[in-house]
């Protein structure tokens, strides 16, 4: 009775039938006749009104709901040929073995859905073949594998990883994630004030963007997609794009490790790296050949390097170390800035140090490029500064300077 009464609320989501009656009119009262006249009348509405009430939140159990479910299943491993969709506030609970979820085509939830809401997400993988979509207030414990999209609605929970090879990646807003999130070539977005703890990667190209308030305790890391990070957001790690992306991070951002557009020590790398006003860096801002441009009221607590780009240190703004270039590109100090360590390029490149500026070190232009320091900024040519640029002629493309390496990996 109970498994027939699942069945006729998951038929009635979906189709409504039109109830008829014919009656002789001869062979029965006149009241008889108009009496049942109203019941027909009801019965007839009778699926228009259902679809007026609002549908039951249905718990399914596997292993023994599995075939309302449209799934089969072989021990703990099961198979949904005809994708798996589940309705508002419908919950799915699973043994405590590790369980297997194959879905063929879609797998969705209405607003609401709980799957395997009070079990380990390490017990329950997850493999869609097309796309994923989770309903605003969803709840989700399971690793998962998509073929297509993976979308959570806003004010989501989520614990396990996301993997995609294309799809792109959307947690909504003020929504958590407790795992990893990895594309190969596809986007990953994360909404306004969410939080995700975890790493966050593409290993080939795909825009990774953070949105306005969130917070990331994990890194991010592309080999040829933009980052990006929205205003007032917390990034407790690093970022690195290896080979072509550029990172642009809103005002107010917090980084605690370090921003760059290349491996450390790598000559490779040519994404432009730009920080917004009042942000916060732990750790260096590197790159080969992007250039960098620091915005005002931003303070930088390692170096600032490049190979080829223009370094651009904005008025009021503040680096904790050193400011080099190991090849050419100007290097532009603005008005009441600080850099606590030495300012140089070490083949070509002009230096401009602004009004009120104040180094901690040595502003040196090694080879070629003109050396500019304004009457009433402030050169302490402290050989004992914090953060210096290396000595001696760094080659390009190939670094052979061992302190220079050690800029990148700082």
């Given at each position: 009775?109970?498994?027939?009464?699942?069945?006729?609320?998951?038929?009635?989501?979906?189709?409504?039938?039109?109830?008829?009656?014919?009656?002789?009119?001869?062979?029965?009262?006149?009241?008889?006749?108009?009496?049942?006249?109203?019941?027909?009348?009801?019965?007839?509405?009778?699926?228009?009104?259902?679809?007026?009430?609002?549908?039951?939140?249905?718990?399914?159990?596997?292993?023994?709901?599995?075939?309302?479910?449209?799934?089969?299943?072989?021990?703990?491993?099961?198979?949904?040929?005809?994708?798996?969709?589940?309705?508002?506030?419908?919950?799915?609970?699973?043994?405590?073995?590790?369980?297997?979820?194959?879905?063929?085509?879609?797998?969705?939830?209405?607003?609401?859905?709980?799957?395997?809401?009070?079990?380990?997400?390490?017990?329950?993988?997850?493999?869609?073949?097309?796309?994923?979509?989770?309903?605003?207030?969803?709840?989700?414990?399971?690793?998962?594998?998509?073929?297509?999209?993976?979308?959570?609605?806003?004010?989501?929970?989520?614990?396990?990883?996301?993997?995609?090879?294309?799809?792109?990646?959307?947690?909504?807003?003020?929504?958590?994630?407790?795992?990893?999130?990895?594309?190969?070539?596809?986007?990953?977005?994360?909404?306004?004030?969410?939080?995700?703890?975890?790493?966050?990667?593409?290993?080939?190209?795909?825009?990774?963007?953070?949105?306005?308030?969130?917070?990331?305790?994990?890194?991010?890391?592309?080999?040829?997609?933009?980052?990006?990070?929205?205003?007032?957001?917390?990034?407790?790690?690093?970022?690195?794009?290896?080979?072509?992306?550029?990172?642009?991070?809103?005002?107010?951002?917090?980084?605690?490790?370090?921003?760059?557009?290349?491996?450390?020590?790598?000559?490779?790398?040519?994404?432009?790296?730009?920080?917004?006003?009042?942000?916060?860096?732990?750790?260096?801002?590197?790159?080969?050949?992007?250039?960098?441009?620091?915005?005002?009221?931003?303070?930088?607590?390692?170096?600032?390097?490049?190979?080829?780009?223009?370094?651009?240190?904005?008025?009021?703004?503040?680096?904790?170390?050193?400011?080099?270039?190991?090849?050419?590109?100007?290097?532009?100090?603005?008005?009441?800035?600080?850099?606590?360590?030495?300012?140089?390029?070490?083949?070509?490149?002009?230096?401009?140090?602004?009004?009120?500026?104040?180094?901690?070190?040595?502003?040196?232009?090694?080879?070629?490029?003109?050396?500019?320091?304004?009457?009433?900024?402030?050169?302490?040519?402290?050989?004992?500064?914090?953060?210096?640029?290396?000595?001696?002629?760094?080659?390009?493309?190939?670094i052979q300077s061992r302190q220079w390496r050690q800029i990148f990996m700082h």
């Amino acid at each position: 009775m109970i498994n027939l009464f699942r069945i006729t609320l998951r038929s009635l989501r979906i189709h409504s039938k039109s109830v008829s009656l014919q009656l002789e009119p001869s062979c029965y009262p006149a009241s008889w006749r108009a009496n049942m006249r109203r019941w027909v009348f009801w019965l007839a509405a009778l699926p228009l009104l259902l679809l007026w009430l609002p549908a039951q939140a249905i718990t399914y159990k596997l292993p023994s709901d599995s075939a309302l479910l449209g799934c089969t299943h072989q021990g703990q491993t099961y198979t949904c040929n005809a994708g798996l969709p589940l309705a508002a506030g419908d919950i799915l609970t699973i043994p405590s073995a590790v369980t297997i979820i194959n879905i063929i085509g879609d797998f969705t939830t209405g607003d609401g859905g709980q799957i395997n809401a009070d079990g380990d997400a390490s017990k329950l993988s997850i493999n869609v073949t097309g796309n994923t979509k989770l309903g605003a207030n969803s709840t989700l414990h399971a690793n998962l594998t998509g073929g297509g999209i993976v979308i959570t609605g806003s004010n989501s929970h989520v614990i396990g990883d996301i993997t995609t090879i294309a799809g792109v990646v959307t947690i909504g807003n003020n929504s958590t994630l407790t795992g990893k999130i990895k594309t190969d070539s596809a986007a990953i977005n994360v909404g306004d004030d969410s939080t995700v703890t975890g790493d966050i990667t593409t290993t080939v190209a795909g825009v990774v963007s953070i949105g306005d308030r969130s917070t990331l305790n994990g890194n991010i890391s592309t080999t040829s997609g933009a980052i990006n990070v929205g205003d007032a957001s917390t990034i407790n790690g690093s970022i690195l794009t290896t080979l072509a992306g550029a990172i642009t991070l809103g005002t107010n951002v917090k980084i605690t490790g370090n921003v760059a557009t290349t491996y450390q020590g790598s000559v490779i790398g040519a994404g432009a790296i730009v920080i917004g006003g009042g942000s916060q860096i732990g750790g260096s801002v590197t790159t080969n050949t992007g250039a960098v441009t620091i915005a005002s009221s931003t303070k930088v607590d390692g170096n600032v390097a490049t190979n080829d780009g223009a370094i651009t240190v904005e008025a009021s703004a503040e680096i904790g170390g050193a400011v080099c270039t190991g090849n050419s590109g100007a290097i532009t100090i603005g008005a009441d800035a600080k850099v606590e360590g030495s300012i140089e390029t070490a083949k070509a490149g002009a230096i401009t140090v602004g009004t009120r500026a104040e180094v901690g070190g040595s502003v040196t232009v090694k080879q070629a490029g003109a050396k500019t320091i304004v009457d009433d900024a402030i050169i302490h040519n402290n050989v004992t500064a914090n953060g210096k640029c290396p000595n001696g002629k760094v080659t390009y493309p190939k670094i052979q300077s061992r302190q220079w390496r050690q800029i990148f990996m700082h």
